[in-house]
Every structure is written in structure tokens, then in C-alpha cells.
């Protein structure tokens, strides 16, 4: 490749980063406004995620659409290749991420404008807060090429395991005591499920984009403990 040719290869990799960036920003916002809404009720605010889920597909659309053009034009090779199909695979998973904040906002309607009882909303909103914070850093260690903090991240998520596990047994609790919780905390089990997915989501950017910066897989089983225990000395 001449001098030109590779400055607008990297010019072109470089577009497909900004893209996987947008693609992050908005799922973290989505994520962070469809949990915000559910706990406020906030009807009009989960429309806005809804209609957000149309922006994450446009964006993939067009990641994808670049990413097979590079490959047919370029023909990259070893880490360069990677990078392009790797970011195809982490685009999925950002994509599915805004799914379930979508999947969360559609729940508002069915919770009404009440929104949730805050004596319920502790520990979902808890969860959603150490979710957040992995959605908004993988893709910023990925960008950094940081092998390192993408391995942490990756180890990480049994904290988001076991924040589930304390929401759910909390939950199971409350709807014990007074059957009048059972309609919300049947909603918020649905939505700390799918944050817990989105943990999972989160985990394979991490392992992809630690593929791409180092050339290695992560070993395939990650720290772990049992959750349960954690979850009842963390009570």
C-alpha cells in the first residue's frame, strides 16, 4: 500500500471506532433513560427510548455497511481483519443491548404512571448503576486499545451476577410480605433480568475487543464465586 492508500485505510478504521462509539453512547443513554422512566413512570421518556432503538439499527446498518466495503476494497490482513470483523460482532452486541433497554421501556405502560414505590426500587437501581458503568467503559478501554482494563471489565461482570441475585431474592422478599407488590416487582424482575443480559452483552465486547487489541482469547472461564452466598453476606 502506498503512503495515501494507508492514511485512508486508517482513516476508514477510524470511522468504523466513532461509529462502535455512537453505537455505545446511545445504548448507555437508552439503558440509563429506560431505567429512569420505569422507576418515575415516566410514559413520554420510554417513547423516547422506544424510537431510539430505530437510531441503533441505522447506525449498525451503516457500521456493517462499511465494515464489508473495507474488507472488498482493502483486503485487510491478520490484526487489521480482526479489527473490521470484530467490530461487525461488537456492533451485534450494542445493537442487542439497545433491545433490551428497549424491552425495559416498554414495561412504563404496564407500571403506569405511578411509577415504582422507591422502597422497591433500591436495589434495581443499584444493578443499573454498575451496568451503566461497564456500558459507558468497554467501549472507551476498546477505543484506548487497552488490553488490560477490557480483561477487567470482562472479570467484572460476576458483580453484576451477583447484584442480581440480591435483587431477585429482595424482590421474592417484598412480594412475600404484601401481595400489593406483586404487579411491580413481577415488572422489575422482567428488568433486572434483562439488565443481567445486558452484563452479558457487555462481556462479549470485552472478550471481542481484547481479541482485536491483543490477537489472544481471554480463558473461557472467568473468576467465579457462588453468587448466592455473596448475595446473602452482601445483605
Not at 20 to 41: Q, Y
Amino acid at each position: 500500500m502506498g503512503e495515501h492508500t494507508v492514511s485512508a485505510f486508517d482513516q476508514e478504521l477510524n470511522e468504523i471506532d466513532r461509529l462502535i462509539r455512537e453505537m455505545a453512547d446511545t445504548a448507555a443513554r437508552m439503558v440509563s433513560a429506560s431505567i429512569k422512566a420505569l422507576l418515575a413512570g415516566d410514559a413520554a421518556a420510554a417513547q423516547r427510548v422506544i424510537s431510539e432503538d430505530a437510531v441503533m439499527d441505522t447506525y449498525q446498518r451503516e457500521l456493517d455497511d462499511r465494515a464489508i466495503t473495507l474488507i472488498g476494497k482493502r483486503q485487510p490482513m491478520a490484526q487489521d481483519l480482526r479489527t473490521v470483523l470484530g467490530a461487525i460482532r461488537m456492533a451485534g452486541d450494542l445493537e442487542r443491548i439497545g433491545d433490551l433497554a428497549k424491552n425495559i421501556a416498554k414495561r412504563v405502560s404496564a407500571v403506569g404512571s405511578i411509577g415504582t414505590p422507591k422502597s422497591l426500587s433500591h436495589g434495581i437501581d443499584s444493578m443499573a448503576t454498575l451496568v451503566l458503568a461497564q456500558v459507558g467503559s468497554v467501549v472507551d478501554r476498546y477505543v484506548a486499545r487497552d488490553g488490560d482494563g477490557l480483561r477487567v471489565i470482562r472479570d467484572e461482570d460476576q458483580k453484576i451476577d451477583v447484584s442480581y441475585t440480591a435483587v431477585f431474592r429482595e424482590l421474592l422478599t417484598y412480594m412475600m410480605e404484601d401481595p400489593r407488590n406483586i404487579t411491580a416487582c413481577t415488572h422489575l424482575l422482567f428488568c433486572a433480568k434483562n439488565l443481567e443480559r445486558i452484563g452479558d452483552h457487555v462481556t462479549n465486547i470485552a472478550e471481542i475487543g481484547y481479541f482485536i487489541v491483543t490477537g489472544a482469547q481471554l480463558p473461557t472461564q472467568r473468576p467465579k464465586f457462588d453468587e448466592t452466598t455473596a448475595a446473602i453476606v452482601g445483605s
